[in-house]
């Protein structure tokens, strides 16, 4: 089972930046997608990033697309999520998670269209204000 414990959160004004970071242990972190969850106020939860173990391709959905960046160190059991030009709607708080990977005879890919998050830490808040 893995357990994902994230840092990082903060309170910044719009245009600033954060960098989440996402410590990762237990013995399926290799083989798993790693990304982040986020749920704005009064709306569903929200899958925002995703990296594969393998190559370490992403996958942002188009909300956050050129302005947030993941990224992994494996020496280090850690994923990152820098967060720039930061608006009042990225406030929430922010879910490091797991998936399965999807797999296609010997292909597999962690891209956000095809795999399913199952596993999230406790979060970290990011708010932003004007």
């Known amino acids: 089972q893995l357990q994902l414990v994230e840092s990082g959160g903060g309170s910044v004004q719009a245009g600033g930046s954060l960098r989440l970071s996402c410590k990762v242990s237990?013995?399926?972190?290799?083989?798993?997608?790693m990304g982040w969850l986020r749920q704005a106020p009064g709306k569903g939860r929200e899958a925002v990033a995703s990296?594969?173990?393998?190559?370490?391709?992403?996958t942002y959905s188009d909300s956050v697309m050129g302005r947030l960046t993941i990224s992994q160190d494996n020496s280090k059991n850690t994923v990152y999520l820098q967060l720039d030009n930061l608006k009042p709607a990225d406030t929430a708080p922010y879910y490091c998670?797991?998936?399965?990977?999807?797999?296609?005879?010997?292909?597999?890919?962690?891209?956000?269209?095809?795999?399913?998050?199952?596993?999230w830490g406790q979060g970290t808040q990011v708010t932003v204000s004007v």
């Open positions: 998670a797991a998936a399965r990977p999807w797999y296609s005879g010997q292909v597999r890919s962690c891209a956000l269209a095809l795999i399913q998050f199952t596993v």
């Open positions: 990296i594969s173990p393998d190559d370490g391709r992403t």
């Open positions: 237990g013995n399926t972190a290799r083989n798993s997608c």
